[in-house]
């Protein structure tokens, strides 16, 4: 029988109650023992935390049960906080691993189960396929087994530790940003944590500073106000309003478990990870004077790569997932890295992505610049070159994406929205390369019928025009794929 768990891009999700399980998630929690026994060189105990989502502290503590039955000692937080803080924990304490029980900036209905190394970052592709293969084998066969102390109104077993949050993270934040100038900035700010771990910590940060914060959608809420938590348009548009509304500089929002980040500009505009990225590259090299190579995912700027050249950076482009930047943080110093989709770190960080530690590292950017969102974006254009930028999800069957994605690849038009094609990429999907700098990206989702077609170009105009001849083209494929 074909093993129901399956790791993605970053971990493992799923339908709650459909196949995210207790049954599920014990078995998970076993093959994941089953990898941690294998580490060296660490304490042999791991760190977990959960996220707001429905049933997550039962899932985390069941996961935990199951761990300390293998013998290891476990410290699970007493309440939802950011995978970014379990991971920085783990590094900390040299434990041999951690586990998040959350499933991101998915739908309410999903939950997740991430695993995070020793070295405090995501499961790399080999580490998972460690975990994958011990479920295969049956992970010790509790598969459909109950561990004894498994009842949440059991006593937790005496190598399972509950803790709280502790100083050391943001101690560590605050080393690595220059707090005094942001704590005299007084900048005034909107913090959307779209219902998810990130809650107030943004907040409680800025208290003592002569910033001006205030929270909107803080409290937690497992169905996270009937919106999926990804920091992105369009739900960021409460968030938007809230801007400019309070006449405020920016406005910073986290995802589902505070990994990812949104900006919003002062005029309630989003910001997209693009051109985020691509400000934060300038800031840290030209103002904070740090050094190392780059790292983007294929659905990056083109702006990245003149930047990089720019300066005389090496750049390196990987497969989307920020666990494959994250990747290379582990054998080489990453000046920035990041992903489309909101996901931002630094080597000297963490080899993670951190939602709560880039948007104060955004704040650094404008406390340092003393100017707007917008004059920043256009201070770069003038520099760099203007480019714009969309995406869209279609929801269509698996074998209809991957149609889209393999005409690309074997036949592809000389011609597209009206430009050349200069060249498919394969890297991850078919990146179709046009001329006038501009191209259009089709990848489909291997776990969920879901293709995502991404698009940037110099104007606007630009970018709706391809991205309209990307849905026309993907129309004519039907349900079965077949034109």
Not at 310 to 330: H, S
Not at 429 to 438: A, C
Not at 447 to 472: K, S
């Amino acid at each position: 029988m074909t093993s129901p768990i399956k790791f993605g891009t970053d971990g493992w999700r799923a339908v709650i109650a459909d196949t995210f399980t207790f049954e599920n998630v014990r078995a998970a929690a076993e093959a994941t023992a089953e990898y941690f026994k294998t580490v060296g060189g660490c304490e042999r105990a791991v760190f977990v935390g959960f996220d707001v989502r429905f049933q997550s502290k039962a899932f985390a503590q069941a996961a935990a049960e199951v761990i300390a039955a293998n013998g290891f000692r476990v410290v699970m937080l007493d309440r939802p906080y950011p995978t970014p803080y379990v991971s920085f924990e783990v590094r900390r304490r040299k434990f041999v691993g951690g586990i998040m029980i959350t499933a991101s900036h998915n739908p309410p209905a999903f939950n997740g189960f991430k695993v995070k190394a020793h070295f405090g970052g995501s499961a790399t592709p080999a580490i998972t396929a460690k975990i994958e293969a011990a479920l295969s084998a049956g992970a010790g066969g509790t598969r459909g087994q109950t561990p004894a102390g498994s009842d949440p109104l059991s006593p937790p077993p005496r190598q399972l530790e509950t803790v709280g949050p502790e100083k050391f993270y943001f101690e560590h934040l605050k080393s690595l940003l220059d707090w005094d100038r942001i704590s005299k900035s007084k900048l005034k700010i909107v913090v959307d944590s779209l219902h998810g771990c990130g809650g107030y910590i943004l907040e409680e940060l800025l208290r003592d500073t002569t910033c001006t914060v205030r929270t909107i959608r803080g409290n937690p809420d497992p169905l996270f106000g009937g919106i999926h938590p990804e920091p992105m348009m369009p739900q960021l548009e409460p968030l938007g309003e809230a801007v400019r509304n309070s006449g405020s500089h920016v406005g910073l929002a986290t995802d589902g478990d505070a990994d990812r980040l949104g900006i919003v500009d002062e005029n309630g505009q989003y910001v997209n990870t693009l051109l985020t990225l691509s400000l934060l590259l300038l800031h840290v090299y030209r103002t904070r004077g740090w050094r190392g190579a780059v790292a983007r995912t294929y659905s990056q700027s083109l702006l990245i790569p003149r930047i990089a050249r720019t300066f005389g950076l090496e750049l390196y482009e990987c497969p989307i997932g920020f666990k494959n930047i994250g990747e290379l943080m582990l054998d080489r110093e990453i000046l920035i890295g990041g992903e489309e989709s909101g996901g931002i770190g630094l080597s000297r960080h963490l080899p993670e992505r951190d939602g709560i530690f880039i948007n104060l590292l955004f704040l650094d950017l404008l406390a340092a610049s003393g100017k707007t969102c917008t004059g920043l974006i256009h201070d770069m254009w003038k520099e760099f070159g203007e480019f714009h930028y969309d995406r869209r999800d279609l929801h269509v069957p698996i074998e209809t994406g991957n149609a889209v994605v393999a005409k690309w690849r074997t036949d592809p038009p000389s011609t597209f929205a009206g430009r050349r094609v200069q060249d498919v990429g394969k890297l991850d999907g078919s990146k179709v390369f046009l001329e006038k700098d501009s191209w259009i990206l089709f990848r489909q989702s291997g776990t969920e019928p879901l293709l995502r077609v991404y698009c940037e170009a110099p104007t606007q105009p630009a970018v709706a025009e391809i991205m309209a001849a990307g849905l026309q083209f993907v129309e004519q494929f039907g349900s079965d794929g077949v034109i």
